[in-house]
């Protein structure tokens, strides 16, 4: 009797799906390097370069306010625990560190960072159950929070007297194009999304570790919903994520100001929210690289008049400013990675 053919894993090879996904990631960053050279070779290499380098020590001034803005979210993350030790805070900011380093840096859709950061609460003993619930509620409040400093922005847009119709037009357009993702994102949520992310959980929590203080069997459906109904909580999270866009805005202020361009700190705030509104909608598009670009040439010089090449070394200062931040911080994640690895074969050998 012959013994039965051996079953083939499918984990054994990328299917056809993983390997469309890896070509679509692949071909979506190709196409915005491309568009990224295009724009700073059309507007003159040399003058996007020495209108970044004007900059000079104001550089230093823009990566100081950059820590602002990781703590000012990861205390809009803090907001959305009840009770937990001392030092809790900090773990946080490190994670929060680490989140943004790798959407950043990584092709991953601006995601990965949230599930490395699951994985990394999970490790510490946390239950993997509220650690993912509180990444889903921590990025569905970023969101709100972007609409909130959109808002602002157009505000200020309005009241500072622009004269442009098509302005209006596409600000108008814009907002409520991210107010529809806020609640479709919502609506995953409550129709089926927690179901999907609370199986993908399930299946990878014992690799992560979790389980540990705090553990429950409550489904990550209805913890989510029960953090939504924290509305006090749920306000100030919401507030701090807001706050937390406006040392974007400051940056760029800083940076026209050391270029030698006169402009407010409302026109950069102004800047700031429009692009940012469209960078979210280019999620898909790595670290947006193209659209990031364009949108703070177009946009400042729509508007306010600023030459496209000092929009271009906008650009390319941001740039500067997040590879500085994030390249640290996927080397943090890495040690914690490798301190966690260290711990489980220390205690495999006990």
Not at 96 to 107: A, V
Not at 116 to 125: I, K, N, W
Not at 225 to 241: M, Q, S, T
Request: with cysteine.
């Amino acid at each position: 009797m012959k013994p039965p053919p051996e079953e083939t894993s499918k984990d054994d090879k990328p299917s056809g799906t993983q390997s469309t996904f890896r070509l679509g990631s692949l071909l979506i960053l190709l196409g915005g390097v491309g568009v990224t050279t295009a724009l700073v070779a059309y507007h003159n290499f040399s003058s996007v370069i020495e209108a970044a380098h004007r900059i000079g020590w104001g550089f230093a001034l823009v990566l100081l306010i950059q820590v602002s803005g990781i703590a000012l979210n990861g205390l809009a993350w803090r907001a959305l625990f009840r009770s937990e030790k001392s030092g809790f805070t900090n773990t946080l900011f490190i994670l929060r560190w680490i989140r943004e380093s790798i959407n950043y840096l990584l092709p991953v859709g601006r995601l990965g960072g949230d599930m490395v950061a699951v994985r990394l609460l999970a490790a510490r003993r946390r239950d993997v159950n509220t650690a993912a619930a509180s990444v889903v509620a921590d990025k569905t409040l970023e969101v709100l929070g972007l609409f909130l400093f959109a808002v602002a922005g157009f505000v200020i847009l309005f009241e500072s007297g622009v004269n442009s119709n098509s302005a209006r037009y596409w600000a108008i357009r814009a907002l409520g194009a991210t107010f529809a993702v806020l609640v479709a994102f919502l609506a995953a949520q409550r129709w089926g999304l927690l179901n999907l992310v609370d199986r993908v959980v399930k299946k990878f929590s014992g690799m992560w570790g979790g389980g540990g203080e705090g553990s429950n069997n409550i489904s990550i459906h209805e913890t989510v919903w029960g953090i939504y109904g924290d509305v006090p909580r749920l306000i100030l999270a919401a507030f701090l994520h807001a706050v937390a866009w406006v040392p974007g805005a400051l940056q760029i202020w800083v940076a026209m100001r050391y270029m030698g361009l006169e402009t407010r700190f409302l026109d950069a705030f102004v800047i700031e929210s429009l692009t940012m509104i469209i960078c979210s909608a280019a999620f898909v598009m790595p670290a947006s690289l193209g659209v990031q670009e364009a949108s703070y040439m177009t946009v400042g010089w729509w508007l306010f008049g600023i030459p496209p090449a000092a929009g271009l070394a906008l650009s390319l200062v941001q740039r500067m400013k997040d590879v500085l931040f994030g390249v640290p911080g996927l080397l943090v994640w890495q040690g914690l990675e490798g301190k966690h690895l260290w711990s489980l074969w220390r205690r495999r050998k006990k």
